[in-house]
């Protein structure tokens, strides 16, 4: 099982980019798909982008598509999240969670394993 650790969370202005990435402890990293997930302030944990084992299948969240970019490096145990055009309303706690079945799922239930997150905001 990998632990994962969040780091690049800060404060940017609106239309402005940050890159978080996440690291995993363990050997067997490259077997697990990743996702990205964020939760605002009164409002349930939602879906932002997701890369398969291989990195060869992404899927984003239409709220983000065209201004983020999901990436991996299996050699170091990394997965990215670069966001650009950044919004207010992207604001959020922004976590990565590990799923062990290798697809680019949206779907939070399979995820396995998370992050302990990390504060992004944008301001106006």
């Known amino acids: 099982q990998v632990q994962l650790v969040e780091s690049g969370g800060g404060l940017v202005q609106a239309g402005g980019s940050l890159s978080l990435s996440c690291a995993a402890s363990?050997?067997?990293?490259?077997?697990?798909?990743m996702g990205w997930f964020r939760q605002a302030p009164g409002k349930e944990r939602e879906f932002v982008a997701a890369?398969?084992?291989?990195?060869?299948?992404?899927n984003s969240a239409d709220t983000v598509k065209g201004r983020i970019t999901i990436s991996r490096d299996n050699a170091n145990n990394t997965v990215y999240l670069q966001m650009n055009s950044l919004k207010p309303e992207d604001t959020a706690v922004y976590y990565c969670?590990?799923?062990?079945?290798?697809?680019?799922?949206?779907?939070?239930?399979?995820?396995?394993?998370w992050g302990q997150g990390t504060q992004v905001t944008v301001s106006s």
């Open positions: 969670a590990a799923h062990p079945w290798g697809g680019a799922s949206d779907d939070p239930r399979g995820y396995a394993t």
């Open positions: 363990g050997r067997t990293f490259s077997r697990y798909a």
């Open positions: 890369i398969s084992w291989s990195g060869d299948n992404t």
